[in-house]
């Protein structure tokens, strides 16, 4: 993992600890030096996930950034008696690379969704960042990726976003990532935000980090997915314990 920016280890996974805006100037200098760049963007789901399946974890141990994308993250850390600066969300960070990438005339790979959806964000690029190359793009039902890193190893783009969801877009990113040096970064339900399909929870609700709830009342199917955060919160706290 890069070393320039301090590490809090939250159940073993080690967080960047920073603020978006520094994150980004380091993220946007790799990307101008063509460095092969991996970043995890990890909430409590994943944290959880890693500490059941180590195959995972040793993904997460390959990646070069590992930020904290969701509100359970730093509260964690807290418990551990840690201040983390700030939640770095994939979603926000996507969007601020796609309006750079716009700017600086970059190149990027956008794979993942449905086709419906997909085939939306590819007009919502086209509109919003008009001189940001699409190199390629795809949608997320394919049985081999094999294909698609061909296509992205001969299209050397600056940045690809994989959006097929947890485990999969890591485990991908870890296989493929040596076919191309610029950036990788798994991101989960972003198209769907991004294309409109999905509503991103209001401003009250980001800015008092409520997020979580917002997207409960809105997706209640997403009732049982939720059930993990009382879970992390009660293993940071034994592993708090246990530290002491």
């Known amino acids: 993992m890069s070393k320039e920016f301090p590490l809090i280890n939250v159940l073993n996974v ?5 603020t978006q805006a520094d994150f980004l ?4 200098d790799r990307i101008n030096q063509r460095q092969n760049t991996f970043i995890v963007t990890a909430n409590p789901e994943i944290v959880m996930y890693a500490r059941n399946h180590p195959d995972y974890q040793r993904i997460l141990e390959t990646a070069d950034y590992i930020t904290p994308d969701g509100i359970g993250i730093l509260k964690g850390a807290a418990i551990l008696g840690q201040s983390m600066t700030e939640r770095i969300t994939g979603y926000d960070t996507m969007l601020a690379l796609l309006q750079w990438g716009n700017a600086q005339q970059k190149s990027v790979y956008l794979v993942g969704a449905k086709p419906e959806v997909i085939a939306d964000v590819k007009s ?9 190359n699409v190199a390629g793009i795809h949608d997320g039902y394919f049985d ?16 690809v976003f994989l959006a097929v969801g947890f485990p999969k877009q890591e485990q991908l ?3 493929y990532r040596h076919q191309n040096n610029g950036l990788w970064m798994g991101v989960g339900g972003s198209f769907d935000v991004l294309s409109g399909h999905t509503k991103r929870a209001p401003k009250f609700f980001q800015k008092h980090r409520l997020e979580w709830f917002y997207r ?3 997706e209640p199917t997403r009732f049982k997915r939720m059930l993990v ?6 293993t940071v706290k034994q592993s708090a314990r246990k530290n002491k």
């Open 173 to 175: 990113i870890a296989d």
């Open 25 to 28: 100037t380091a993220i946007e």
């Open 124 to 132: 919502v690029v086209a509109d919003h960042y008009p001189n940001l």
């Open 216 to 218: 409960l009342i809105t």
């Open 14 to 18: 080690p967080f960047i600890n920073t």
């Open 144 to 159: 081999d990726f094999a294909p698609i890193a061909k296509d992205i190893a001969q299209t050397k783009p600056d940045m």
């Open 229 to 234: 955060l009382p879970r992390y919160l009660r």
